[in-house]
């Protein structure tokens, strides 16, 4: 495909201006729910939501996860993933969750008229920032085709890439495979930049603690492959 970033930066526009404060629990928040289900729909897609409580400060909240599935010839699945909360301490998200989010959903937007052997899903989950509790529902509570890969979208821009990054680790169990760890350096490689990972003594570090602060962590902890993928940017707009 031939990604339309002007596009992905609109999405990723329109969620900070529109949605500036969507902490989970948050008014903000239910309403960028309720516009992400809108544009899936609009996209073509059956929209698969999973609603579930989370407790934020000794205080009860819904988060809400939504997904779609763009078929393939076969049982099998591809995951891309990213989170759409931001922290109560923050405005706008723009790089932190904005972006991965307008990626995503303009990947699904050119994907979904495309045959793919396998399946692929979009998932857009909540609750990051208190524990990455929506990928943990999601990956605990999802039934479709079997997971053969997760793709973790954080602080993804849509233009203005520098470079790329990756984590690795998972929450207290799990690490991602070599082979996904070399696909994805190849393929950053392959589209000209540096891929920015954690190695040698610094890997070992990481891995001695055993814990994660993104999305990829508790998905790791399941066995299932998963990655973490960023970017660094130069656009002062993310």
């Known amino acids: 495909i031939d990604f339309d970033g002007a596009k992905a ?18 008014k903000g928040n239910e309403e960028a729910f309720r516009w992400l289900h809108e544009v899936l729909k609009s996209l073509g897609y059956e929209v698969y939501v999973q609603e579930f409580n989370v407790t934020i400060e000794s205080a009860r909240a819904v988060a809400r996860n939504l997904y779609v599935i763009k078929e393939g010839k076969l049982r099998e699945a591809i995951v891309i993933l990213t989170n759409y909360d931001m922290a109560p301490t923050s405005w706008e998200a723009a790089s932190d969750t904005s972006g991965a989010v307008g990626v995503v959903l303009q990947l699904a937007r050119e994907l979904s008229n495309i045959d793919t052997k396998r399946a692929i899903i979009f998932a857009f989950v909540d609750a990051e920032e208190w524990g990455m509790h929506g990928a943990r529902y ?17 602080d993804l821009a849509p233009s203005g890439i520098r470079s790329f990054s990756a984590e690795s680790n998972g929450q207290f169990k799990g690490y991602s495979p070599l082979w996904l760890r070399v696909l994805v350096r190849e393929v950053v490689s392959l589209e000209g930049y540096e891929l920015l990972n954690s190695t040698g003594l610094l890997e070992l570090v990481y891995r001695s603690i055993g814990k994660s602060f993104t999305d990829q962590g508790p998905i790791l902890a399941k066995g299932i492959p998963t990655i973490r993928v960023g970017t660094q940017s130069d656009d002062p707009e993310l």
């Open 9 to 26: 930066f609109e999405f990723a526009y329109r969620l900070s201006k529109q949605f500036p404060y969507r902490p989970t629990g948050s």
């Open 138 to 154: 999601f990956i605990e509570k999802y039934g479709g085709p079997e997971l053969k890969v997760v793709i973790v979208a954080e």
